[in-house]
């Protein structure tokens, strides 16, 4: 009894002295997403007074705390901290916990908030390198889960480099996470070298369907099916992935058009891109365009206006409360451009001004807060110049970009180009101010010949208060008209790892051999190796391949073709210079159709009709300073069932080239350009100028130009992107080669609204 009677005195003392310490509780979002900016509220209440009382925030390592405002009086009031979440903070559960320290005797008074991290599986896939049968890709995970992609498991912030088949002017890849995300990715390739004349020319007339089925085992069967139908005005396509059906429709008539479909779509330029069905209706009629749709149920009707200088487009969306009226306004007015959007209360504006070798330009848009959540970006300001000295190229951009609680960060980038010769030396700094400000350094030198590519960079980069990294690169190419050779050797001294990668492609006849090799070294457990094999064989009606990687994974695919039966004609020619030299590459169209001229200088068009065919060359695909002596359009009389003709070329001063995409380092918000659509002009001394198209690839080439030196300019100005002034001297006997690099204008990362 008496040990009761203590035991009831020390609770009741401790009850009082927990009133007098008073009480915290903590409130939050219980979601959130990875590389996010968000805060939690800490109520405290019945503090005692004339104590020294320090707030302690324990958090886990993905979580940053970037400042903690508060308000209040010392008994009573809220905090707010503010957190930053890792781009690449793990998926799962976390506690955080807020205490007051220096009120009670026996230590502080605290309350916790559970949150979870949400899955964001997302990557990046880039180019290197890309030939005739294959492609080479760099895939990089930017996303907080690990998925695969092939046979290779990439965890967050690591990357694979591996070689995948090329099918026409696309290459397809598919990545699968353990979270049950996957995801297929078409990229779109330059054109290749592709003759009639190089596979079978079927009899039968004009192909108009075309599938593929592939057959992946390697653990589990996963298959992928593709079709696509094209005959008369009606076209269509389909894609199968597993359970995953995507595809689209669309019949073309004189009079309009009308699609519908399902797939990933904006429903206006400043939305996001989501998964979504959708019909159209398009009616053409003078100047105009008018246009009905509808996405994912919602209503569209739009017209559009193009006249001379002034482009102009305005549509109504939604039905009965939800209504909003979306336009965009392009005016190119001389040397200046703006563009002006406005869709649901978000605006963008773009200036952009250039003359001669000089550029600059001027970007902003506003996103309201309610708005965030559909939009790719938040608000933004940015600016950019460039120009050049002489072989020595420069550009300078900084932009600021909103975050979810309103505050503002700066993005600053300032490159430096020096080209001599076959030699190119650049340097590049950046600069990122975030919660956890990053900086880079990038320094990179690069030789080029007729066949060899030697290239060789080193990167300085910091993030926060981590320590400094070092990545070190060594890359080298072979390239001939039969086989593909490549090795590079990538070095993290910093962490230790290291990989040295092969590849090559050889071909013979109707047979494709592609191998590539990858030794990975730097963890604990030592080196490990990867070999992935293909061997492909063109038939009559199709493309049978087999591939091994590792002996662990086997593919087996087939490409294949219906036809219909007609009595067309046949086309076969051969392009020759004054010499008699085959000329390779030289597109040539004709009815819709369009070959490009191989190795031997030979081409040929199957399934023609009428009495004759108008060739029309593409001065763009020529090869340097070469125009056809007949012009370059040509009437051929197709007087038999088959038929041969030759085209000839004759050599003058000019110059080509080829325009490349560099990207910055956020992925996510990486953008292209059509490059097609591109025209580049070059303006003499004397004040004439010369002006060619620009190829889906990038080459260009310029012919018949008198000697002096030059400037440029290309039109219409590409958006989101900047180059360096553009300057050549053209001299007889010297060969001219113009390379032009279009660099990707910032963009803001996403933040979670608080």
Request: proline share 5%; with cysteine.
């Amino acid at each position: 009894m008496r040990y009761g009677g203590v035991i009831a005195l020390v609770i009741t003392t401790l009850s009082a002295w927990s009133q007098e310490c008073g009480e915290v509780v903590v409130r939050g979002p219980e979601e959130l997403v990875a590389g996010g900016i968000w805060s939690l509220a800490a109520h405290w209440t019945a503090l005692p007074k004339g104590k020294n009382i320090n707030i302690r925030i324990d958090a886990p390592a993905p979580f940053t705390v970037l400042s903690i405002p508060a308000e209040g009086r010392a008994d009573s009031g809220v905090a707010r901290p503010v957190f930053m979440t890792s781009a690449h903070a793990k998926a799962g559960a976390y506690w955080i916990r807020v205490g007051f320290q220096g009120v009670c005797p026996w230590g502080s008074v605290n309350d916790s908030l559970h949150v979870r991290v949400l899955p964001k599986p997302r990557l990046s896939a880039n180019i290197i390198s890309a030939g005739k049968d294959s492609v080479n890709l760099l895939i990089t995970n930017t996303g907080n889960v690990a998925f695969n992609c092939g046979e290779a498991r990439i965890a967050p912030t690591e990357f694979h480099e591996y070689q995948i088949d090329r099918k026409g002017n696309t290459v397809t890849f598919s990545a699968q996470s353990a979270i049950g995300w996957d995801t297929i990715v078409v990229l779109g390739l330059a054109p290749v070298g592709r003759s009639e004349s190089v596979a079978p020319v079927y009899e039968g007339g004009v192909p108009w369907l075309h599938w593929r089925f592939q057959t992946v085992y390697s653990g589990r069967v996963s298959q992928l099916g593709t079709v696509s139908l094209e005959k008369n005005a009606f076209s269509a396509r389909g894609l199968l992935w597993n359970d995953r059906l995507r595809g689209s429709a669309e019949l073309q008539q004189p009079c309009g058009r009308l699609s519908a479909g399902y797939g990933v779509l904006q429903r206006h330029v400043l939305s996001r891109a989501e998964e979504m069905s959708f019909v159209r209706i398009e009616v053409p009629f003078n100047e105009f365009t008018g246009a009905l749709e509808w996405r994912d149920g919602q209503p569209m009707a739009g017209l559009r206006w193009n006249g001379g200088n002034l482009d102009s487009r305005v549509a109504l969306f939604g039905g009965g409360s939800e209504q909003f009226l979306g336009m965009q306004h392009r005016v190119q007015l001389g040397h200046n451009q703006l563009n002006f959007s406005q869709y649901e209360g978000m605006t963008l504006a773009q200036y952009n001004w250039q003359k001669g070798v000089h550029r600059w330009s001027l970007h902003a848009a506003h996103i309201p807060d309610k708005l965030r959540a559909r939009a790719p970006y938040s608000s933004f300001v940015r600016a950019h110049a460039s120009g050049a000295l002489g072989p020595n190229r420069w550009l300078g951009q900084s932009a600021l970009f909103a975050d979810a609680n309103g505050n503002w960060n700066q993005f600053h980038l300032l490159q430096n180009d020096l080209t001599l010769g076959s030699w190119r030396f650049s340097t590049r700094g950046q600069f990122f101010s975030s919660a956890l400000p990053s900086k880079q350094l990038r320094l990179q030198a690069e030789y080029r010949s007729s066949l060899w590519q030697w290239q060789s960079s080193g990167e300085w980069r910091q993030l926060g208060y981590l320590p400094p990294q070092l990545l070190y690169q060594h890359q080298l190419r072979l390239r001939t008209t039969r086989a593909y050779l490549q090795t590079q050797f990538r070095h993290q001294p910093s962490t230790g790892l290291w990989s040295l990668l092969g590849s090559g492609n050889m071909q013979h006849k109707r047979w494709s051999l592609r191998i590539q090799s990858a030794l990975f070294g730097g963890w604990n457990g030592g080196a490990r190796h990867q070999q992935n094999l293909q061997l492909i064989r063109r038939t009559a009606h199709g493309n049978l391949s087999v591939s091994a990687q590792s002996l662990q994974r086997a593919t087996i695919g087939w490409n294949g073709s219906l036809h219909t039966s007609s009595p067309y004609k046949t086309l076969t020619g051969h392009c020759s210079d004054e010499a008699g030299n085959p000329l390779e590459g030289v597109e040539i169209s004709t009815q819709g159709k369009s070959v490009i001229s191989d190795l031997n200088g030979t081409f040929s068009f199957a399934h023609l009709e009428g009495p004759d065919a108008l060739l029309k060359i593409h001065a763009a695909s020529l090869p340097f300073a070469t125009q056809p002596i007949l012009g370059y359009e040509q009437h051929q009389f197709l007087e038999q069932r088959k038929q041969h003709c030759t085209l000839g070329f004759y050599r003058t001063l000019g110059v080509r080239g080829t325009i490349t995409l560099q990207h910055t380092q956020h992925e996510a918000l990486s953008q292209q350009v059509d490059l097609a659509s591109l025209e580049l002009t070059l303006y003499h001394e004397d004040r004439s100028s010369y002006t060619t198209p620009v190829r889906e690839d990038g080459q260009f080439a310029l012919g018949g130009l008198p000697e002096g030196h030059y400037c440029g300019a290309l039109a219409p100005a590409p958006q989101g992107f900047s180059y360096a002034p553009i300057s050549i001297d053209i001299r007889e006997g010297r060969p001219s080669t113009l390379n032009i690099t279009l660099i990707e204008l910032s963009q803001n990362i996403p933040f979670q609204a608080l």
